[in-house]
């Protein structure tokens, strides 16, 4: 029970493991610890920080898909309104055309007449001429009745 | 009973298994050393930072093994004691409480080991059947007084850093009555507080480890009885044995925790 020398050597130990635990052994212990507790408490973040982006990226896509549609009707509503106006735009035009042809058929029909009436006027006239040559052969003076010929002429 | 091959008395095994081995021609001198308990205290002490040192260097910041876990769930442990107690900034204190702690602790745990099976070797690697040698060296006054005594230093040398000398004379000589006329009634009670502080962390340590040694020495005489005995000290080890699991943890995290306690203390300024 006696108090010796081996309190001197035991206090020395003492203060040497204490000086190597301060120096070498808790320094690195420490850090790792601090290290790993930093990258647990980075990783929660990094999760937090997705779910927020997923919840943002989810709500961005519901909009977008919103607006796809919006923009879809657009088109469709735009796109009949453009066929109706095409559709009446060739009616219109299909009018115009019909329209064309029938007056010009009807030109033709009138040129075509007139000129069958001249030449029937022409021939009916040469008739006429020649039936009153015949009628008048003897008697009758070609040229001194020419101009009441030429009023028949003018008569048919 | 034991290993010496003479039969004992139990006066004499009580008093060969309470003998340190001692150095020198005269044993009760200052200048003899005790070579059990410097022995195992060092080898100890060796055992605990070769063990943190090896895991310190090769921690990983990933996921960690586990013997990494274990000695970081102690350090840990030590230093959220530590932060819970102090509040200053310390480089010392944690690791200090650390070394106290475990070495306290592997020290302590050297009373698990059967009474009998080291000094038994001890005597078999000596071929002297009178070999002495006792493996628990917290149950060396010298060694509880000198790990009170590296406290005591520090908390001497802290009160006189963080309040100057006058600060810490002040504090020994105007409390707890601020009157003149009361400076050596302050200085007794005061000094004894302080003086107080290295000599019961020293001696509760001692005392719960020496008490509990003996109660193992006097557990394993009953062995030599006869078989009914005997068989009653089985269960009565045992018993023993699972309480002091308790009190070596609780006798080791007492001793580190009145450290942090004491030396915060001596941070305090009034």
């Excluded at chain 2, 080991?113 to 917290?138: C, E």
């Excluded at chain 2, 580190?256 to 300024?269: G, K, N, R």
């Amino acid at each position: 029970m006696n108090i010796n020398a081996t309190l001197i050597g035991q206090t020395l130990a003492f203060i040497i493991f204490v000086w190597f635990c301060m120096k070498f052994v808790w320094p690195p212990l420490m850090s790792a610890i601090e290290e790993r507790q930093k990258r647990i408490a980075d990783g929660l973040a990094n999760a937090d920080r997705a779910a927020k982006d997923l919840e943002l990226a989810r709500e961005k896509a519901s909009d977008q898909l919103k607006d796809a549609k919006a923009t879809a009707n657009e088109i469709i509503e735009s796109a009949n309104k453009r066929k109706a106006q095409i559709i009446d735009e060739a009616k219109a035009e299909a009018d115009a055309e019909r329209a064309k042809i029938i007056a010009q058929g009807q030109a033709e029909i009138e040129a075509e007449r007139n000129r069958v009436k001249e030449e029937l006027r022409q021939q009916v006239s040469a008739l006429a001429l020649a039936g009153a040559e015949k009628i008048l052969e003897r008697s009758i003076d070609e040229a001194a009745q020419s101009d009441i010929i030429a009023k028949l002429v003018a008569e048919i | 009973m034991s290993a010496t091959g003479e039969a004992l008395t139990p006066q004499e095994y009580i008093q060969h298994h309470l003998t340190f081995w001692a150095s020198g021609s005269e044993p009760s001198g200052f200048w003899t050393w005790h070579i059990d308990s410097l022995l195992f205290s060092v080898g100890l002490g060796v055992l605990f930072l070769w063990l943190f040192r090896s895991v310190g260097k090769k921690a990983t910041t990933g996921v960690p093994g586990k013997l990494q876990c274990f000695v970081e769930m102690l350090v840990e442990f030590v230093d959220s004691s530590v932060k819970e107690t102090f509040h200053g900034r310390n480089k010392l204190i944690a690791p200090l409480a650390l070394t106290i702690f475990v070495w306290v602790f592997m020290m302590n745990f050297m009373d698990m080991v059967p009474v009998d099976w080291l000094p038994s070797l001890a005597q078999l690697v000596a071929g002297d059947h009178n070999q002495k040698f006792r493996v628990v060296p917290t149950a060396d006054l010298n060694v509880t007084f000198s790990l009170a005594l590296g406290v005591f230093i520090l908390i001497i040398y802290y009160s006189i850093k963080v309040k100057g000398l006058s600060g810490f004379v002040k504090e020994l000589t105007l409390q707890p009555f601020n009157v003149k006329a009361m400076i050596p009634v302050n200085f007794v009670l005061e000094f004894v507080t302080l003086i107080a502080k290295p000599i019961s962390l020293a001696l509760r340590l001692f005392g719960n480890l020496y008490a509990g040694e003996l109660i193992f020495i006097l557990i394993a005489l009953m062995y030599g009885a006869n078989l009914a005995i005997g068989t009653l000290g089985v269960g009565l080890q045992l018993g023993w044995l699972i309480f002091h699991i308790l009190v070596i943890t609780l006798q080791a995290f007492i001793f580190m925790m009145l450290t942090i306690v004491y030396l915060s203390m001596a941070h305090e300024d009034h």
